[in-house]
């Protein structure tokens, strides 16, 4: 048996469990008819191993944007405080969340994201800390550095658009909405070695920083219905796998 001081063993980081599979069903169904959700991009995650995903933070439902037409599980970090909450932590706890302190972020925080990496889980993280209020991608608080520099795993920069339109900051209830999802070129560990120093922290924010900027503009181009050729050329939704991670749509890039 594991001491207390010890992490908890992972489950399998290419399978989803009944819990998330349940959840990702019944979301699928809510947020293609409601929000005419669609996104692209998602072949461009690697299998094989780890990684960090980040994205521009919009909603409450950002994590359930980028995770919905995935077939493997990613983990997203929370307020501790949550995991209290009942029916909600039992939720947390059993789709891969990690719980953090926000007002004494510790170490075991960073080790256990890091742990889940090199375990082959995807990790996402927000780097703006809070939701936009405006929609345009904020300033980045730069915790993200340390997994980046630690973990030595790809970075797969992600641009959500029309979450802000369907629930914002002031929202109760979820809108009807167009939301777009798109994720870009992966970030190569080789091209992270190029801020290897300490002093080049600000530039390496800057970099992921743009490349989710890209990200963005294009999700909101496809949201505005500027790429009409995109539209006409997508599929049907099934079920996500390793050939195909589809959702309602997927212009199958």
């Known amino acids: 048996m594991s001491s207390p001081a010890e992490p908890l063993p992972l489950p399998p980081p290419k399978s989803r469990n009944l819990l998330w599979r349940s959840v990702q069903f019944v979301l699928q169904n809510l947020f293609c008819f409601w929000l005419q959700y669609r996104s692209r991009g998602y072949q461009r995650l690697d299998d094989a191993e780890g990684g960090l995903v980040l994205a521009n933070h919009q909603s409450f439902l950002d994590p359930l944007l980028i995770g919905l037409p995935l077939h493997r599980p990613i983990s997203f970090l929370a307020r501790d405080s949550l995991f209290r909450v009942p029916v909600i932590g039992w939720i947390l706890k059993n789709t891969y969340v990690m719980p953090i302190n926000r007002e004494a972020a510790s170490t075991a925080s960073l080790r256990e994201t890091i742990r889940r990496m090199q375990h082959g889980y995807l990790v996402g993280v927000f780097p703006e800390g809070t939701r936009t209020e405006t929609g345009a991608v904020g300033e980045f608080k730069p915790g993200f550095v340390a997994i980046v520099r630690r973990g030595k795993l790809p970075i797969y920069p992600v641009g959500i658009a029309g979450g802000i339109q369907a629930l914002g900051r002031n929202s109760w209830f979820l809108k009807p909405a167009r939301v777009r999802v798109v994720v870009g070129e992966p970030i190569t560990v080789q091209e992270l070695e190029q801020f290897s120093s300490r002093d080049q922290d600000q530039a390496l924010i800057e970099f992921v920083r743009n490349r989710i900027i890209a990200c963005h503009e294009e999700a909101e181009a ?32």
């Open 222 to 253: 496809w949201r505005l219905g500027q790429e009409p050729a995109l539209e006409r050329n997508a599929v049907p939704f099934k079920e996500p796998g390793p050939a195909s991670r589809s959702n309602c749509s997927t212009t199958g890039e």
